[in-house]
């Protein structure tokens, strides 16, 4: 980013793009096709040599101006924006993996993104996952045949906090791409760029839109590695420069035949959305910690999740990584109490699935987002069968202490 600070840049990303009729938001460009008097210029745009809209399922000016300002909150060399967090994520894989490849992953992950890595098998791409937070383990899953290493930053639901920069090193080491997902906590929060990222992928529809109506994605490229030394690019590719190598590869292969297309109008959403992501974010982050202390504190909640806490396994590496804990919290009642019924009870708190919205959500999760993956898979993931999540909002944290206060006095 430019040396002003982060929501400084952000809130004035789209004006210093220069849009039409002096706007500060960029336009929604609405049109699929783009005409050009000169037919050569269309011509030169399917060739790479002009930059260019030729169809919205590529690019248009206002996902271009999206990914302008993703770009720049992470330090990046180029991003790709797409209509989901999923949508980047299995475009990432599909389009950078060939059967007989291997990835690490970690054991730590958003339902979903497992159940990719089940069709990524389907193709003939092995999967090895592991514990993250111990890089002996992510060290001995590594394969002569491996090609890269997936994590994410603190996992959901049960906030383990991967060894970031451990991984790093050993992907520098063996020249692995190394793909960090930063959902849990954005570019306000980290930069995983620092630890020696290769890519970075996101949900834009979470914290960085913020408001819970839009789905998004993204993949940035953070310049770390280099593509040129990566199997994998295909010979149409090998041509470009390093650093436009894979995001190329992605979009003409992924983006554009897939075609997970964000559309115009949720791209100004997000771009939006974000120019308050640091505010929210600080007041979510703050409440998660109150919050969180309420329920270590309270007799019937038998444990609190939370990289915040001191007592959490990777308290003081979430310390070193992160600006504040992120506003992921989870917690068990004591056994006699069932989640649905103490859920039931709360007033101000929304059960519903979804995190990063401005207002608090909790739901039981083995019953839930994680029930498909069956019992021995989420003990293996450190999920207990009462566990609560919460993705803990921005309102006034006195109104969500007394709503708990209240719900577990009733259960």
């Known amino acids: 980013m430019s040396k002003t600070k982060f929501t400084t840049t952000v809130v004035h990303a789209d004006r210093k793009l220069n849009p039409d009729s002096g706007a500060v938001h960029y336009p929604v460009v609405n049109s699929v096709l783009f005409g050009y008097d000169n037919p050569q210029d269309l011509v030169d745009i399917f060739q790479g040599k002009l930059a260019g809209h030729a169809y919205a399922r590529q690019s248009t000016p206002t996902t271009d101006a999206l990914q302008s300002m993703i770009n720049g909150m992470e330090d990046g060399v180029g991003s790709l924006v797409f209509a989901s967090g999923m949508a980047a994520i299995t475009t990432t894989f599909l389009t950078l993996l060939n059967a007989g490849d291997h990835i690490v992953a970690s054991q730590f992950l958003f339902g979903n993104t497992p159940s990719v890595f089940g069709t990524l098998k389907r193709f003939g791409v092995e999967v090895t996952q592991v514990d993250v937070t111990d890089i002996e383990q992510v060290k001995r899953a590594i394969q002569a045949n491996t090609k890269m290493v997936f994590t994410e930053t603190i996992a959901n639901p049960v906030t383990q906090v991967a060894d970031l920069q451990g991984i790093g ?104 959305g974000a120019e308050t992501m640091a505010l929210r974010i600080d007041r979510a982050c703050a409440n998660a910690q109150a919050l969180a202390e309420f329920l270590e504190s309270h007799d019937k909640i038998a444990k609190v999740y939370y990289p915040g806490l001191k007592n959490h396994p990777q308290h003081q590496q979430a310390k070193t990584y992160f600006k504040q804990f992120g506003a992921i919290v989870s917690f068990d009642p004591v056994e006699n109490i069932d989640p649905v019924a103490l859920l039931t009870e709360l007033n101000v708190v929304i059960t519903a699935t979804h995190l990063g919205d401005n207002r608090t959500l909790a739901l039981p999760v083995a019953q839930t987002i994680y029930f498909e993956m069956g019992l021995e898979n989420r003990q293996k993931a450190g999920i207990n069968e009462n566990m609560i999540r919460m993705s803990v909002g921005i309102e006034d944290i006195d109104d969500l202490t007394a709503d708990f206060t209240q719900a577990l006095a009733n259960v």
């Open 169 to 272: 090193h050993l992907c520098k080491q063996h020249n692995l791409v190394y793909i960090v997902d930063n959902t849990m906590t954005p570019s306000y929060l980290f930069k995983a760029k620092n630890v020696g990222a290769s890519l970075i992928t996101t949900s834009l529809t979470k914290y960085v839109g913020g408001h819970g109506t839009v789905t998004a994605g993204a993949v940035i490229d953070t310049g770390n590695y280099d593509w040129t030394q990566y199997a994998n690019i295909l010979d149409s590719f090998k041509t470009l420069p390093s650093q436009a190598q894979a995001l190329t590869q992605i979009k003409k292969k992924g983006l554009r035949d897939l075609g997970g297309c964000l559309s115009s109008d949720s791209a100004q959403m997000i771009a939006v």
